[in-house]
């Protein structure tokens, strides 16, 4: 799951209810009368008889400044749509994107100091065991993160700057975790009870980073300029709005629906990619959704059970599951590279360092302890 900063959707709104409210736009007409034109006069140079034939400002004819009206935001249009393609690393699908990665790591940023005031007392702290964890295994999925950005930058199919991520575990029921532009990870405590291997605990990280890592919300934001553009345009054609008020439903039909299905799918994908890199086992991702679809099922058969909120934003699970246990034929070799050597060494040392927090951690209530017995 990703999330888009509100106030861009705000924004996207106020842009949109503007245009809508827009008047007073000549009317394009076409007329479908012909015009009789004197034989020969077509020869003439005479002023005078050019313009009976061609009235500037006649109605039966496009006036220029229409024309140019029409044809140069179409020409400026098509010029931005080849200037900002861009392929989204692994998949290699290409889209639009008008947002630079800057850009978004800033209202990232923004929108990260907002949510970390209103959860404020609920955030824990970073030694807290459930956030050494998070921490822990989202460094390991960062390194990876960063090889994966820098091999496909260096390939010149993306030029993305990996941006370090920050996680925070917040105290909630809710079973969720999202991801801001500016890799702000979040992971809520109600999550960790379809948690149980720190594997599981990668995949839904991998999933999270690689939405930055695709830029999924500069995507989504581009596309909704690129919506706006068009219902500015087809005002041009049909001041009335019909036309309108088909593009906005359509286009969020067609083009937002199937995209967010696509990301998801991406983040899926990429998310396997980085976990194997990290040496955690590819297979944990279809495990820790074949459990959040089933709890989700549980949900729809009782009143009382809430459906993890993880999925609601994750729709097809099937085929999603489906196309995990596809995807295994790529990471499983990366997982298994060097004969296995590079990763048996690797969850040693991730086993070595979780046997160390726990002893951390032991050390830690003990000592509260013995201050709560000495006051
Ligand atoms: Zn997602």
């Known amino acids: 799951m990703f999330v888009l900063p509100r106030f861009i959707g705000a924004a996207s709104r106020q842009c949109l209810s503007s245009t809508l409210t827009r008047r007073g736009r000549p009317r394009l007409v076409v007329s479908t009368r012909t015009t009789t ?31 140019a009206m029409i044809s140069l935001p179409l020409v400026g249009a098509g010029y931005l749509y080849v200037r900002y393609q861009d392929e989204v690393p692994l998949t290699k699908r290409q889209r639009w994107i008008a947002t630079s990665t800057k850009w978004e790591t800033q209202m990232g940023d923004q929108e990260f100091a907002k949510l ?32 994966f950005s820098q091999e496909y930058n260096s390939i010149g199919n993306n030029n993305n700057t990996f ?17 801001l532009p500016g890799n702000h990870i979040f992971v809520f ?14 995949a839904v990280l991998g999933h999270e980073m690689a939405h930055t890592l695709a830029r999924h919300v500069g995507e989504k934001i581009s596309s909704n300029l690129l919506v706006q553009l068009l219902g500015s345009l087809s005002l041009l054609v049909d001041p009335s709005g019909s036309l309108l008020s088909l593009i906005i439903p359509s286009a969020s039909l067609l083009r937002e629906m199937p995209n967010s299905r696509t990301q998801e799918f991406e983040a899926d994908r990429i998310g396997m ?22 709890e989700e099922e549980k949900g729809k058969r009782s009143r009382n059970s809430r459906p993890p ?4 934003t994750h729709p097809s699970h099937d085929s999603r599951i489906d196309s995990m246990h596809g995807w295994l034929q790529e990471t499983n070799p990366i997982y298994n590279r060097e004969d296995g ?12 360092s979780r046997r ?3 002893q951390r951690h032991a050390a830690r209530e003990n000592q509260h302890q013995q201050q709560r017995v000495l006051a």
Request: aromatic share 8%; glycine share 2%.
């Open 37 to 67: 034109i004197p034989k020969a006069s077509f020869l003439s140079t005479s002023s005078s008889t050019r313009a009976n034939i061609q009235p500037p400002h006649s109605n039966n004819s496009i006036p220029p400044y229409m024309i």
């Open 116 to 147: 970390k005031r209103q959860y404020k007392s609920e955030i824990l702290p970073k030694d807290h065991r459930a956030s050494v964890t998070v921490q822990r295994v989202g460094s390991r999925i960062a390194q990876a993160a960063l090889e």
């Open 163 to 179: 941006v370090q991520p920050t996680f925070t575990v917040v105290r909630s029921d809710q079973a969720n975790a999202f991801v």
């Open 189 to 202: 405590t109600g999550l960790f009870q379809y948690i149980q291997t720190e594997d599981e605990l990668a």
């Open 273 to 294: 990619h980085l976990a194997s890199r990290a040496c955690f086992d590819p297979r944990a991702a279809q495990h820790f959704f074949k459990k959040m679809k089933q």
């Open 309 to 312: 909120e993880f999925m609601s």
């Open 341 to 352: 050597t590079v990763c048996r060494k690797m969850r040693e040392d991730i086993a070595q």
């Open 356 to 358: 160390i927090a726990a």
